[in-house]
């Protein structure tokens, strides 16, 4: 007589557990959804107690969640540099010149901070102040790709501008520093720009503003003047004694 053998590949997944889990993914979703919005309108400087009164819920329930503060702000913030991100990307993709991909960057960039300073100095770390603050430790790695992508996309930007344009080597080394001071410098001006509050330019024209000063300083210091040697473009650029 012939017995039937069923294989097996191991226990069968437990049902209750993984609509459990699928329960508290959504459930830390809202949480989150719940702490930007009271982020927004408290300040970044709104406690747990204060994010939990206006989300209608016990700030237990965010530590369970998240553990604390610290917790909540690396949640928020990967949610929300993930937009960013997001939105950087898909503005850079549609531009139609290496100039108009660094305008829609910075564009972007502020664009995503003026939405919500409150948002943006909570899951940055950065004050918007006179004096910004230092990211947190917690944000940390979620910042440090987060800027690492954005630098990477303004390091193509420049070096397609450049693509078939004669450099020295000196200036080909001194290229590649200039992403991240650049980003450095949409940062520091962006949130000095938003701390202006009523007494600032529109964010079109800071973003023309900030584009002019990173574009024209590739074209001033990286681009050789037309129909000049090096010899001639120092002595040109030498003032004539008195």
Do not use: C
């Amino acid at each position: 007589m012939n017995i039937a053998v069923r294989e097996t590949t191991g226990p069968s997944p437990d049902g209750r557990s993984a609509r459990w889990e699928a329960h508290r993914a959504e459930r830390r979703t809202a949480l989150i959804s719940m702490a930007r919005r009271a982020v927004h309108t408290l300040g970044y400087a709104a406690s747990m107690e204060e994010i939990a009164a206006a989300a209608g819920t016990s700030k237990s329930v965010f530590y369970r969640y998240f553990g604390d503060k610290s917790g909540l702000q690396q949640a928020m913030g990967e949610v929300v540099i993930s937009q960013m991100q997001e939105k950087i990307l898909a503005a850079a993709r549609t531009a139609a010149s290496p100039r108009a991909g660094l305008r829609a960057m910075v564009s972007a960039y502020l664009q995503m901070a003026q939405t919500s300073p409150n948002v943006y100095a909570f899951v940055t770390g950065r004050v918007i102040s006179d004096s910004p603050g230092a990211p947190s430790g917690a944000l940390e790695n979620t910042l440090s790709n987060f800027f690492d992508s954005i630098t990477a996309m303004m390091d193509r930007a420049m070096r397609s501008f450049l693509a078939g344009r004669t450099v020295s080597q000196q200036q080909d080394l001194a290229a590649a520093f200039w992403p991240t001071a650049a980003l450095g410098m949409v940062r520091a001006a962006g949130e000095r720009w938003l701390a202006a509050g009523d007494a600032r330019p529109t964010e079109e024209e800071m973003t023309d503003q900030i584009t002019a000063w990173l574009f024209d300083g590739i074209e001033h210091n990286l681009v050789p003047d037309a129909g000049l040697s090096p010899d001639s473009r120092s002595t040109a650029n030498r003032k004539e004694p008195k």
